[in-house]
């Protein structure tokens, strides 16, 4: 048996205190290895990372970076989540989408895991006249059942009630949410709805249906228009409390009101962006309930989804991993209920194997990781405490110039959301188009023999308001003129790869020239020499001292053998004979386009 000290065990005891300055130092001499010079506060905000909304991520968080208190789950500013037993008793909600006509995988899904269904009705979708045979099997006083309608909620809602009393579902058994969010369409269809039916079902569901919401804040598209998550929130805010406008006018309080409302935010890969908004959601909410004089009305209600707008059409199979690390952040950052939008949501209608893996992937984070057995395990982390208090107030920024703006109806038929969301979508494009940030499968180690997944057409989505976009958008335009140049010709455009001097000299230059042009489309081809490749254009891969020795005469000789451009795979410098230059950070996008534009591949 082991006997501790009077003083127990303090294993870091023997240990001097270290200072912030000392590991500056330490920082300072490492970047001087790299050839930075800067010393101090500066050595550290040289390893800073800047975030959107002006935020940034510092290298290192101690005690001194200091945020609000928290509180505790179930009470208010509900930070740490809405609920005092936080998801612990059975994990959060495991919600699937569905949005074509398919009891089968309907049933499928309730029978392996899956605890509440989205069904997409109306237009496109599901039809109404179809959503008893959809829900025919399905146990409704068990499994709740939120509606994504558009403007045919009231229609889609009316029909839901009446399976509910035909099969002899009590109100008081009845669960989930009729899905009314009439600004939600407006965004994403430009057409205004009156706000009257919505307030009637609000109503009846405060009334009569105590398990059963009628209005979903949904901030999807604006984060599908390329919103930051302090835009995201700024507008689900402002939709929030228009909506508590509307239906305290309409005769309900302000805490039923807050009752009818569920929020949807997007869950991205990163992780630690999406654990602090969720939070700075609930803490937000929380404040407007207590300006409106609710304060412990101000719990929200959270529906997370894996984001769309991170999904990739090519090699798709990388989503898996995209949204299993989304998924783990919506558990962690305390959403309610969970949608994981299968791997191959981007194609098409997805297949039972990508169905399947989307909900074993809740199931598998609930069960074997235990992930929801502790209420917020990232509350407490200096980082996590810092980045939600600073989202938090980014976000109320934005919320706050929507109001001056004269609310988020206003805001969205001035144009003035579609003008700040397109600006920021400029920026990360930038970033997209420069590799600075990377998507996995696409603008880097693309597989450019990868078989295509092909699936059924899936609805067509709601158009004519706010833009949808994807993080693979212009590389997958590259992709498709090659994939047209491939079936039209049998081949692909090509690039002929020299290689200068030995494999030391050449490799790491070399597999970054082959990544970047196959993110193109454009097939590198490293065997044999220029004439043998098929290539019109080459790049040169070294070292750059044997650039200085060989890279002109090696450029005029493949001129002489035929090469229409050459390019150089590395720093812009000064060589004659060499036409661009291709390096970590330039724009990958405008050089491939204009290669392939060259190329004759349209």
């Given amino acids: 048996m082991t006997v501790l000290p009077d003083d127990g065990l303090s294993l870091a005891a023997e240990f001097p205190d270290t200072t912030r300055e000392q590991w500056q130092r330490l920082v300072e001499g490492v970047l001087r290895k790299s050839g930075k010079e800067v010393s101090g506060a500066a050595a550290e905000d040289a390893l800073s990372t800047l975030l959107e909304d002006g935020l940034g991520t510092r290298p290192l968080y101690t005690a001194r970076e200091t945020a609000p208190d928290p509180g505790l789950p179930g009470f208010a500013p509900f930070v740490r989540g809405g609920r005092a037993e936080g998801n612990t008793l059975g994990g959060w909600d ?173 869950a991205t890969a990163d992780q630690f962006l999406t654990i602090a908004k969720l939070r700075a959601a609930r803490r937000l909410w929380a404040r407007v309930a207590e300006v409106c004089g609710a304060p412990g009305a101000g719990a929200q209600r959270q529906h997370a989804v894996t984001s769309p707008v991170m999904m990739t059409r090519r090699d798709p199979w990388v989503n898996m991993l995209r949204t299993t690390i989304a998924t783990l952040a919506a558990g962690t950052g305390g959403a309610d209920a969970v949608t994981v939008l299968p791997f191959d949501d981007a194609l098409g209608l997805p297949d039972a194997f990508a169905r399947r893996i989307a909900r074993n992937t809740s199931t598998i984070l609930i069960e074997e990781s235990h992930l929801s057995r502790v209420i917020d395990p990232a509350g407490g982390s200096w980082y996590v405490e810092r980045l939600t208090d600073e989202l938090a107030h980014a976000g109320w920024e934005f919320f706050q110039g929507i109001e001056q703006a004269g609310g988020q109806a206003a805001a969205l038929r001035s144009g003035m959301i579609r003008e700040r969301l397109a600006q920021t979508w400029s920026v990360r494009s930038a970033k997209l188009a420069k590799r600075r940030e990377p998507v996995t499968g696409v603008s880097e180690f693309p597989h450019l023999a990868e ?102 005469s090696i450029a005029s000789e493949l001129r002489s053998a035929g090469a229409e451009h050459v390019f150089l795979a590395g720093r812009p410098g000064q060589y004659s004979g060499v036409d661009s230059y291709v390096f970590a950070g330039c724009d990958a996008v405008a050089v491939l386009s204009a290669a392939l534009d060259r190329m004759g591949v349209s």
């Fill in 94 to 266: 495991v919600r699937q989408r569905h949005a074509a006509a398919d009891g089968g995988a309907v049933l499928a899904d309730l029978e392996n895991g899956v605890t509440s269904l989205w069904l997409v009705v109306g237009g496109d979708g599901i039809p109404i006249s179809s959503l008893g045979q959809v829900l025919d099997g399905v146990y409704l006083d068990l499994a709740p059942v939120v509606l994504d309608a558009g403007r045919d909620v009231e229609s889609a809602a009316g029909e839901l009630l009446r399976i509910y009393a035909e099969r002899g579902v009590g109100a008081e058994a009845a669960r989930g949410n009729l899905g009314a969010d009439p600004l939600g369409h407006e965004a994403r269809t430009g057409e205004a709805l009156e706000f009257a039916p919505t307030a009637s079902l609000a109503r009846r569901c405060a009334e009569g249906y105590p398990g059963l919401r009628a209005l979903t804040v949904d901030a999807l598209p604006y984060h599908e228009a390329g919103g930051s998550a302090a835009q995201e929130l700024g507008c689900s805010l402002a939709t929030g409390v228009a909506y508590l406008r509307e239906l305290t006018e309409a005769g309900l309080s302000v805490g039923q009101a807050c009752a009818q409302l569920e929020f949807r935010y997007a």
């Fill in 451 to 552: 078989k295509p997944v092909v699936r059924a057409p899936a609805p067509e989505p709601p158009s004519g308001g706010l833009p949808r976009v994807r993080r693979d958008e212009a590389f997958e335009a590259l992709r498709a003129r090659s994939d047209a140049h491939l079936a039209a010709t049998g081949a692909r455009p090509r690039v002929h790869l020299a290689a200068l001097g030995p494999a030391a000299a050449h490799t790491a230059r070399l597999t970054f020239a082959a990544n970047l042009f196959q993110a193109g489309g454009i097939e590198p081809v490293t065997e044999g020499g220029f004439e043998e490749s098929g290539a019109r254009e080459v790049c040169l891969c070294s070292s750059d001292a044997l650039y200085e020795e060989q890279a002109e």
